[in-house]
Structure formats: structure tokens, C-alpha cells
């Protein structure tokens, strides 16, 4: 599967993800331009595995200069990814530096309980670390330029299973054939009001769309609404 142009300067690819059971999941990982109008730097989030064909189509864009592991759950590829474009700088969510210190990180992302820090790329994309959840350990990102959302696990929109047993885990997720978060937060929020803060600031980014780690892209005529609604459950 090639690169998909999602908007001017931002690119998407999508790796199944296989599970025992035949289970299997599309996972996305997304492209962004970013530097000076006119540069050819790219920023890479939620890496998937790469071989010759895709390294070369990534590299027809420009050159890889971040690489970024955005949760506790979207890390497996990223070291062999930054490891494949030389210079590529590679940055993760508190939960993936933990556990990975065989990996040289440029840079923790941002948690809130440090000192403010600005990330390289913070000109053209905005970054918010959900509080309240660590073991998920997330961070959303909004990419200014095309008003796209890009999540982890914060949302699912698989909405065409490749499996029967995918169906089946969707159902018990609560994200079968719709765009939804997932019932696993139950699971993972140790500080309801921290991720609530967290989500509503997410909410408050002007988003036109949002690019789910897993499943197809989400717009409609009022993606913010419809995103707030599909978030009800964190808000409560």
C-alpha cells in the first residue's frame, strides 16, 4: 500500500497489525512536513515497520528528521524506523522511554510534571500529553496547517473488520464499525479529572478531522461535535 496524501504537507500509510486468532488491525502511521516553508524535512508519528519500497517512497519526500512514539502502545517500530534515515532524531511518550532504554531518545515528550519544554517541530504542530492514564500513556497531536487530529487510542474508527475475530474484539471494545473510544480506558484511567482536563483541551483544538490510530480517517460536517460526543465518557 503506498503513501496516501491526507492534505498539502501530510501523508498517511497503514500496516495490519497481526494477532493470534486471525485478528487483525489497521494501524496508521502518519507524515508531516514540517521546517520552513519550502524545506523538506519530514516528521514521522507512529512508525510502522519499513522495507526498501517504503523507505524510498518516504525518502522521494524529503528527509526524516523526527520520529515520534506517541504511547505505551504505538512503539514496537520506531527504533528500527529512526535507525533506517540517518539524522533522524527519535522522541517518545514518557511510557515508551521507560521501556526502552536500550534506544537513545532525543527528548522525553512533554508530561506536564517538568519544566516546559518546546519540541522541534512546535511552529507547525501542537502536542498534548493525556494526564491521568500512564500506562496508556498518550500523546495527541494536532498538525496545524490541515486541522487534522492525530491519535493513538484516544479513538478507533475501524469500520470495516478484515476478520470475523476482529469484529468480535471490536464488539467487546465498544468500536465496532464506528467512531468510538475504546471501553480498555476503563482499564487504564487511574486520575479521572487529570484525563479530563487533558481530553477537553484536545477538544479545544479547531480539528477538521481526526486521523485514529486505528481505522479510517474520521470527517464529517462537524467532526468537533461528533469527536465530542464519541469523548462523553471522558468528560463525565
Given amino acids: 500500500m503506498p503513501l496516501t496524501a491526507v492534505a498539502p504537507g501530510l501523508w498517511t500509510y497503514v500496516h495490519t497489525l ?10 496508521r502511521m502518519t507524515i508531516a512536513r514540517v521546517g520552513s516553508p ?38 514496537m517500530f520506531a527504533g528500527k ?12 511518550a514518557p511510557g515508551v522511554v521507560a521501556k526502552h532504554p536500550e534506544l537513545a531518545f ?6 506536564g510534571s517538568t519544566p516546559a519544554w518546546s519540541p522541534p517541530w512546535s511552529e507547525e504542530i501542537d502536542q498534548i500529553f493525556l494526564e491521568g492514564a500512564p500506562r496508556m500513556s498518550e500523546v495527541v497531536f494536532f498538525h ?27 464488539r467487546m471494545m465498544g468500536t465496532y464499525k464506528r467512531f468510538a473510544r475504546s471501553r480498555a480506558w476503563r482499564l487504564f484511567r487511574k486520575d479521572r479529572q487529570a484525563l479530563k482536563t487533558s481530553v477537553e483541551k ?6 477538521v478531522r481526526v486521523l ?17 460526543t ?5 468528560l463525565e
Fill in 212 to 228: 485514529p490510530g486505528h481505522g479510517a480517517p474520521f470527517e464529517t460536517a462537524d467532526t468537533r461535535a461528533e469527536t465530542r
Fill in 144 to 170: 496545524r496547517a490541515s486541522r487534522s487530529l492525530l491519535v493513538s487510542d484516544l479513538f478507533f474508527n475501524v469500520t470495516e473488520p478484515e476478520t470475523w475475530s476482529t469484529g468480535l474484539v471490536l
Fill in 18 to 27: 497481526r494477532s493470534p486468532g486471525a485478528v487483525r488491525f489497521p494501524a
Fill in 38 to 75: 519550502g524545506g523538506d524535512g519530514l516528521w514521522v508519528h507512529s512508525p510502522v515497520p519499513i522495507d526498501d519500497a517504503l523507505a524510498a517512497e518516504i525518502g522521494g519526500l524529503g528527509r526524516v528528521l523526527y520520529v515520534v512514539a506517541p504511547s505505551a502502545f504505538h512503539h
Fill in 230 to 234: 464519541a469523548a462523553a465518557w471522558f
Fill in 81 to 92: 524506523f529512526a535507525a533506517r534515515f540517518p539524522g533522524a532524531k527519535l522522541f517518545g
Fill in 202 to 207: 484536545v477538544l479545544a483544538w479547531d480539528f
Fill in 106 to 111: 532525543e527528548a522525553t515528550l512533554a508530561d
